[in-house]
């Protein structure tokens, strides 16, 4: 009844659904899917390794350092709550549709192709664009922590080696190294996880602790106040709207907490990636929304600790803004966790980008396997039971992009991709209470329709807060993405025949069988 409700029209691309029978579908044979892989508890490392890196230990500096003093600490909470209302949307949506595609595949049953495909473009920007960002992050703290330990980089590639921009060797091993590690399947991505996020979060935990040890109650003053108003001409593309709509600044006042809490919420970003996991997760209607939701509240605390400590070391208007935390520590006469955060933020960084990696090839596992990409990037390798043919191309558009492309100034874009779908995963909560009453689900969002509503207009909040450039970035990607929809996806979706989702042929060969 509901696949008939919800697939009624298949001939337009503005109202053709995928019905909910066949996104939930489990794929039983090596010919047409992923093995099971994930426990419950490996989901909860899944999520706190993609997002914790090394914003935990920079992040909460430079915010109280230049846009909200103190009230950076509200920042973190002000994101951190708006990350949970939209993680109890994705936990419900996800427990009903266990699905590789995540908010794609939601969208996709619950609007249609058309909003779909705009969804799932936005997720593509989202972990491509954040996984390129933070491979470049990587080689600068590994730079930085190389010179910090006292090994000397050779004459011949000090020029090639930690670098904002222009090609960087640093960012092009990590992106190879985890592309491969991706590439060989689930299994060996989830070992050397565990391992390095059980690592950083003892940096964590000794960053937290020896802060708390140096606190000074009297950093903690009042708000400052807000700077005085922007040049309407000078800087208008880099004033966020509701900055530009007011005629303030976004630096201090309550404007530089909430700007600052649009820029955090970069840090929170990747808890939806769990959902992603879901067609290799055990029992993953009720493990999935468990991952999610307590492997964002471990980080919103560990965040939170951090915060606390980093503007209860150093008076904000004193951070250095190329090493608050740890020019904070030397300050604090404590230089040996100088290398305690450069050790911990390059493991950071390792997990953020691994998991970033799977999350990505798993939405475009499923947009190819319904046809709106090649269908070829849907093929499962029957040795290693991975997408590895779709794996080696996102990391080689990984590359091209990190290093290339100046993307450390383009990381606000990720927020934006992420809201975006974030907003789609929350109407879509509100419209599947209404049209599936009785679609079976796991979980189901608390207070019900007022946590949805919470949901979008916090997400629309931050949004407003991000600057004006970025929208105009977003909306060009937006656009040409709708250009390639009606190029490519509009004809290649297997719906645009009338049929269901044919099966996913393997790589090499039709050969043996895996346990579910």
Same mark, same amino acid.
């Given at each position: ?22 996104? =939930? ?7 047409? #899917? ?42 973190f ?23 590789? #595609?995540s ?10 192709? &058309? ?5 799932g473009?936005?997720?593509?920007l ?15 703290? $590994? ?10 980089i ?6 090639v080696?930690?670098r ?10 990590i ?17 050397a ?12 935990? $000794?960053?937290?602790v020896?802060?708390?040890?140096h ?35 976004d630096?201090?006042?309550?404007f530089g ?5 649009a ?19 055990e ?19 560990? @965040?939170i #600790? ?7 070391m ?19 006469? &404590?230089? +040996? ?36 990409f ?9 040795? @290693?039971?991975?997408? =590895? ?20 100034t383009?990381e606000?874009?990720?927020? %934006?991709? $992420? ?16 049209? %599936? ?5 796991? +979980? ?5 329709? @007022?946590?949805? &509503? ?15 450039? =970025? ?7 937006m656009?040409?993405?709708?250009l390639?929809?009606?190029?490519y996806?509009?004809?290649?979706s ?23």
């Amino acid at each position: 009844m509901i696949g008939r409700a919800v697939s009624e029209d298949r001939s337009s691309s503005i109202t053709r659904r995928l019905p909910p029978n066949e996104a =939930t579908e489990r794929w039983t044979g090596a010919r047409h #899917g992923m093995a099971t892989t994930y426990r419950p508890r490996d989901l909860i490392v899944l999520g706190v390794g993609v997002m914790i890196g090394a914003g935990v230990f920079s992040l909460a500096g430079r915010q109280a350092a230049t846009m909200a003093g103190p009230g950076v600490i509200l920042s973190f909470m002000i994101a951190g709550i708006t990350s949970l209302l939209v993680a109890f949307c994705i936990a419900e949506l996800s427990s009903a549709m266990p699905a590789s #595609g995540s908010a794609y595949t939601f969208t996709y049953v619950i609007f249609g192709e &058309v909003w779909a495909w705009i969804v799932g473009w936005a997720l593509v920007l989202e972990l491509i664009l954040a996984a390129a960002v933070v491979s470049r992050a990587w080689s600068l703290y $590994a730079a930085q922590m190389l010179a910090d330990f006292g090994v000397p980089i050779p004459g011949a590639l000090s020029g090639v080696v930690g670098r904002a921009e222009g090609f960087d060797l640093f960012t092009l091993f990590i992106l190879v190294l985890l592309t491969a590690v991706v590439a060989l399947g689930a299994r060996v991505g989830l070992r050397a996880l565990w391992i390095i996020v059980v690592a950083k979060l003892l940096a964590i935990g $000794a960053v937290i602790v020896v802060g708390a040890l140096h606190f000074d109650q009297g950093n903690l003053g009042a708000i400052p106040a807000p700077s005085a108003p922007v040049p309407a001409a000078s800087e208008t593309l880099r004033s966020s709207v509701l900055g530009l709509l007011f005629g303030q600044t976004d630096a201090f006042g309550w404007f530089g907490i909430f700007a600052a809490s649009a820029t955090i919420a970069f840090a929170y970003i990747g808890f939806d990636v769990v959902a992603t996991a879901a067609e290799e997760a055990e029992d993953a209607p009720r493990a999935i929304p468990r991952g999610i939701i307590r492997s964002l509240v471990i980080t919103t605390v560990l @965040y939170i #600790g951090v915060a606390v400590a980093m503007v209860g070391m150093t008076s904000y208007d004193e951070i250095d803004l190329g090493a608050p935390l740890a020019s904070a520590f030397r300050q604090a006469g &404590v230089g +040996f966790m100088v290398h305690v955060i450069n050790v911990g933020a390059v493991l950071g960084l390792t997990t953020v980008v691994l998991v970033l990696l799977v999350g990505l090839t798993r939405v475009v596992f499923a947009m190819a396997r319904d046809g709106l990409f090649p269908r070829s990037l849907a093929k499962v390798n029957r040795a @290693y039971h991975s997408p =590895t043919r779709a794996t080696l191309v996102i990391g080689a558009v990984a590359i091209l992009l990190a290093e290339f492309v100046p993307v450390l100034t383009l990381e606000p874009l990720v927020v %934006m991709g $992420a809201l975006t779908a974030f907003i789609a995963s929350a109407a879509g909560v509100l419209r599947m209470r209404r049209t %599936m009453p009785g679609l079976p689900r796991g +979980f189901r969002a608390p207070l019900s329709p @007022y946590v949805p &509503v919470a949901t979008i207009l916090a997400c629309l909040w931050l949004m407003v807060n991000l600057q004006v450039v =970025t929208w105009l970035y977003f909306a060009a990607w937006m656009v040409f993405g709708l250009l390639v929809y009606l190029l490519y996806g509009r004809r290649g979706s297997v719906l645009a025949s009338g049929g269901g989702r044919p099966p996913v042929e393997p790589e090499y060969g039709n050969r043996g069988r895996h346990r579910r």
